[in-house]
Nanobody, 125 residues
């Protein structure tokens, strides 16, 4: 089992950058694929980015963030990071970190077993 806690959210101007961190507990962190999702107010939760387990050799991004966001993991520190550049007002949302052991699509939130409480990101225009 793993527990995850997000941090790093805040208020930033459009065009700015922000880095989110997801700290995980448990001795088997490296077994888990990790993902970031977001939920704008009044909308459904959506996929943002994901990284495969172990070395994190595979990464996946939503079209809306491709080229602007970068996901990475540090297994020794049990941290997954989401570097967000060139932020836009439409990136405003609560961002959630999630972990999974089961396969299937990385972009489907139903395939993730463990979720954090979320961190708010607000991008002002």
């Amino acid at each position: 089992q793993v527990q995850v806690v997000e941090s790093g959210g805040g208020l930033v101007q459009a065009g700015g950058s922000l880095t989110l961190s997801c700290a995980a507990s448990g001795r088997t962190f490296h077994y888990y694929d990790m993902g970031w999702f977001r939920q704008p107010e009044g909308k459904e939760r959506e996929f943002v980015a994901a990284i495969s387990n172990w070395s994190g050799s595979s990464t996946y991004y939503a079209d809306s963030v491709q080229g602007r966001f970068t996901i990475s993991r540090d297994n020794a520190k049990k941290i997954v990071s989401l570097q967000m550049n060139s932020l836009k007002p439409e990136d405003t949302a609560v961002y959630y970190c999630a972990a999974r052991r089961i396969g299937g699509s990385f972009t489907d939130l139903r395939n993730y077993d463990y979720w954090g409480q979320g961190t708010q990101v607000t991008v002002s225009s």
